[in-house]
């Protein structure tokens, strides 16, 4: 077989920047399908020790997100669509926790398409991507979760070449398709050494969290990779038993400088509706800009306190 020519390529379907329309397109905030964790078209993983509470902690944030409720003790929002693969828990263990996060069969979980157990292709395969990227867009899905990677791969874990082709073949098309996707995994042998397996799989993710637990109940997520400088370097999770088990945001989440911030944007007049591009650029009009990730929580704050 020769090479194919460049006239060969000359109708190849892809197209690109049309710069003075890239320009004229104005910024806006980036959006969360759950916040703070998972945001719109971006890949996110977590990772802890076996039994730290990871699968609990995104089971709650989902299945309150789908339903229209309150997720980690912020104001509730719009219902969103999540897609769950789960190659970890027994029916049996899925009943038993959503009890006690307070569902039953009175909630409305129709948003959640829970595949529990799949039988399906590798995800690391072309097969696997094609298979899964209709099942996203059978269900409209803003977020798919994997849980957990090392079981939806065929190749061996500690290659990277196996997330490489992940990304090719599956996290490249739910990208272009702006869907979500959280990959929760387990730590290595030693914590320092981050998720087990390649360190590749950090590569093709925009942002990688480490979960650890206190064991009084209170939860820590610690960003240890990121090519999205506005998520949250660092997330405090509280676990309550009452009225049921749920989770919500510590107090000390807020980044360092947000009290401050919120201060200057109320000095200033800047609207509670302004987008984050506006109240910085007002901050460093008056000398005291801040980093788009305080500018982003000063406004949420200000929100909250309103």
Same mark, same amino acid.
């Given at each position: 077989? $020769?090479? +194919?020519?460049?006239?060969?390529?000359? %109708?190849?379907?892809?197209?690109?920047? %049309?710069?003075?329309?890239?320009? @004229?397109?104005?910024?806006?905030?980036p959006e969360?399908?759950?916040?703070?964790?998972f945001?719109k078209g971006? @890949?996110?993983?977590?990772?802890s020790?076996?039994?730290?509470?990871?699968?609990l902690?995104?089971?709650?944030a989902?299945?309150?997100?789908?339903?229209?409720?309150?997720?980690? =003790?912020?104001?509730?929002?719009?219902?969103v669509?999540?897609?769950?693969?789960?190659?970890?828990?027994?029916?049996? *263990?899925?009943?038993?926790r959503?009890?006690?996060l307070?569902y039953?069969?009175?909630?409305?979980?129709?948003? !959640?398409?829970?595949? @529990?157990?799949?039988?399906l292709?590798?995800?690391?395969?072309?097969?696997?991507?094609?298979?899964? #990227?209709?099942?996203?867009a059978?269900?409209q899905? *803003?977020?798919?979760v994997?849980?957990t990677?090392?079981?939806?791969?065929a190749?061996p874990?500690?290659?990277?070449?196996?997330?490489? #082709?992940?990304y090719?073949?599956?996290?490249l098309? !739910?990208k272009?398709? =702006?869907v979500a996707?959280?990959?929760?995994?387990?730590? =290595?042998? $030693?914590?320092e050494? =981050?998720?087990?397996g390649?360190s590749?799989? #950090?590569?093709?993710?925009?942002?990688?969290?480490r979960?650890s637990g206190?064991?009084d109940?209170?939860?820590?997520?610690?960003?240890?990779?990121t090519?999205?400088?506005w998520?949250?370097?660092?997330?405090?999770?509280?676990?309550?038993?009452?009225?049921?088990?749920?989770?919500?945001?510590?107090?000390d989440s807020?980044?360092?400088?947000?009290a401050?911030?919120? @201060?200057?944007?109320?000095?200033?007049?800047?609207?509670?509706?302004?987008?984050?591009?506006? +109240?910085? +650029?007002?901050?460093?009009?008056?000398?005291?800009?801040?980093?788009?990730?305080?500018v982003?929580?000063?406004?949420?704050?200000?929100?909250?306190?309103s």
């Amino acid at each position: 077989m $020769t090479d +194919a020519s460049e006239t060969d390529l000359v %109708d190849w379907p892809v197209v690109p920047i %049309d710069w003075p329309e890239f320009w @004229q397109s104005e910024s806006t905030d980036p959006e969360y399908v759950i916040e703070p964790l998972f945001a719109k078209g971006r @890949q996110t993983a977590i990772f802890s020790t076996a039994k730290e509470g990871k699968s609990l902690l995104v089971l709650d944030a989902v299945a309150a997100g789908v339903t229209g409720r309150s997720v980690f =003790g912020q104001p509730a929002k719009d219902p969103v669509r999540v897609v769950y693969i789960d190659l970890e828990m027994t029916e049996a *263990d899925l009943r038993e926790r959503l009890v006690d996060l307070g569902y039953g069969p009175a909630d409305n979980l129709s948003g !959640l398409a829970y595949y @529990q157990l799949p039988d399906l292709p590798p995800l690391d395969r072309d097969l696997g991507g094609v298979v899964l #990227a209709e099942i996203a867009a059978k269900h409209q899905a *803003d977020l798919v979760v994997i849980d957990t990677m090392a079981r939806v791969v065929a190749g061996p874990e500690n290659d990277a070449d196996t997330y490489r #082709a992940f990304y090719q073949h599956t996290g490249l098309r !739910l990208k272009a398709m =702006g869907v979500a996707l959280a990959r929760l995994d387990h730590m =290595g042998k $030693t914590g320092e050494a =981050g998720q087990r397996g390649s360190s590749a799989k #950090a590569d093709d993710v925009d942002t990688v969290y480490r979960l650890s637990g206190s064991g009084d109940g209170h939860l820590r997520l610690d960003r240890t990779h990121t090519r999205v400088p506005w998520m949250p370097a660092e997330i405090r999770i509280a676990r309550r038993l009452e009225p049921h088990l749920h989770h919500v945001l510590s107090s000390d989440s807020w980044p360092a400088g947000t009290a401050d911030a919120a @201060q200057a944007l109320d000095d200033l007049d800047v609207p509670l509706d302004a987008t984050a591009t506006t +109240a910085q +650029a007002a901050l460093r009009s008056a000398q005291r800009g801040k980093s788009k990730t305080v500018v982003l929580a000063a406004l949420k704050f200000r929100r909250s306190h309103s």
